[in-house]
């Protein structure tokens, strides 16, 4: 029997993996230009590092992750995200020493046990921005700005940011107070999930889906309400700053993340989806994760999405990938000779960057022709024994359907010129 890939993984093949890079480029081009820098962490980690940095009230660390014991019996995880990793990597290099803020964004694949479903993946891939160091207001706007700025980009429609304040250490335990008593009269009514919620985290159950849980929410005190000063002020200028970047955004009080070490601005990016909008992009302040991971207080916020979640939102459409695929030349030899002699043109043509292939089987004439076709080559270049003797080539635009002996001395340099003239 033939062997299959994992449940939830998949093979990324030509066609659909210029998509990717397509993406991954913009995402580096935007980064560089916003001075963020890449970094790139062990795709495992010891499992405390997710336990601690992810926490181990959340569903990702209860249910989803790859933890295995190595031959060392050291408990490992794959990685189910980038955050924690990153301040590890903060501390354990001394990050924090150099100049600071330190914006650091990373690409690559994170892993999940989950029930595989349409869009899910047990190994799928994220990109992500933290900045540490730094607390101000304007940090969170750069932030928020960068991936705005990024889908703008790329075309998406329907565009719309979501922030919230879930406030800090001195504001929040009033307003976790305030909802335990507005939620009281209905706690058997709240979903189980909810009902372990509300000592330990009742601030979750303002993100709770079920209905039940969201119709007994209705006028809950949000921490809007109870902002201190700090937190009120870092909010109202983190707006002025949105509208100042004309960002289009909305208030959303239910955006919560209920971690501790959550601080301050909670936001998404919310996309066009068909008839509804989703959620594309999560991010938010975590002041107190450093230290969670083991290092000196630092100020911390970032963001992630998911790489699968934004292609399928973009649809790119066919015409993208064919044209990705193109070739500008497609040397078709015939015989060994030609053969050795239009690999040697085919090196030197490489050489000079352009995109230029030759057949690799052997194939007769009209084999050659259909297969130049399909890569979509704007010319093919026949080369047989006859054409060597006579010292020509003959040169067929694949298009209008005409051809052209040139003399072989100076074929290289006339597809060379014609390439430029082409506008490449
Ligand atoms: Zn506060
Ligand atoms: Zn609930």
């Not at 990597?89 to 999940?112: S, W």
């Not at 909810?194 to 969201?214: A, G």
């Not at 209920?258 to 989703?278: M, N, P, W």
């Not at 022709?369 to 040169?395: C, F, P, S, T």
């Amino acid at each position: 029997m033939a062997i299959q890939r994992p449940k939830g993984t998949q093979d990324l093949l030509p066609g659909v993996v210029e998509q990717w890079q397509g993406l991954e480029e913009q995402i580096r081009k935007i980064c560089k230009e916003y001075g963020y820098q890449e970094i790139r962490t062990p795709m495992f980690e010891a499992t405390e590092l997710f336990q601690r940095g992810v926490g181990e009230t959340t569903d990702i660390v209860n249910k989803e992750m790859y933890t295995f014991l190595d031959k060392g019996d050291r408990s490992i995880t794959l990685r189910p995200e980038g955050t924690a990793s990153v301040c590890r990597a903060y501390v354990e290099n001394k990050l924090y020493g150099g100049p600071q803020p330190v914006k650091l964004y990373y690409i690559g694949p994170m892993f999940r046990y989950e029930r595989p479903q349409s869009g899910r993946f047990r190994q799928f891939h994220q990109f992500g921005v933290e900045v540490l160091g730094a607390d101000k207001p304007m940090v969170d706007a750069e932030v928020i700005t960068l991936v705005w700025d990024l889908y703008s980009r790329l075309g998406l429609k329907g565009l719309e940011v979501h922030v919230n304040s879930v406030g800090c250490p001195t504001c929040r335990p009033e307003h976790k107070q305030k909802l335990q008593e507005f939620l009281e009269p209905h706690k058997e009514e709240l979903c189980k999930d909810c009902q372990s919620r509300f000592e330990k985290n009742p601030l979750r159950i303002l993100d709770c889906k079920n209905p039940t849980c969201q119709e007994i929410t209705q006028g809950a005190p949000t921490t809007l309400d109870v902002l201190c000063e700090d937190c009120a002020g870092h909010f109202a200028e983190l707006k002025s700053l949105l509208t100042a970047a004309e960002v289009v955004y909305k208030v959303n009080p239910r955006l919560v993340r209920g971690l501790d070490y959550y601080r301050k601005t909670a936001f998404e990016v919310l996309v066009e989806d068909i008839g509804a909008q989703s959620a594309i992009c999560g991010g938010g302040r975590y002041d107190g994760l450093v230290q969670e991971v083991g290092g000196p207080q630092t100020p911390g916020i970032g963001f992630a999405m998911g790489m699968e979640r934004v292609l399928a939102a973009l649809k790119l459409s066919k015409e993208h990938e064919d044209e990705d695929a193109k070739e500008f030349l497609m040397l078709v030899a015939l015989g060994e000779k030609a053969q050795s002699e239009g690999f040697a043109i085919i090196s030197r043509l490489r050489k000079k960057g352009l995109p230029v292939s030759i057949d690799l089987l052997g194939r007769s004439l009209k084999a050659q022709l259909k297969a130049a076709d399909r890569v979509q080559a704007k010319y093919a270049a026949i080369l047989g024994e006859e054409e060597i003797n006579k010292g020509i080539i003959i040169l067929r635009d694949l298009k209008l359907g005409e051809q052209e002996e040139l003399s072989l001395k100076d074929f290289e340099e006339q597809v060379l010129k014609q390439y430029k003239e082409d506008g490449n």
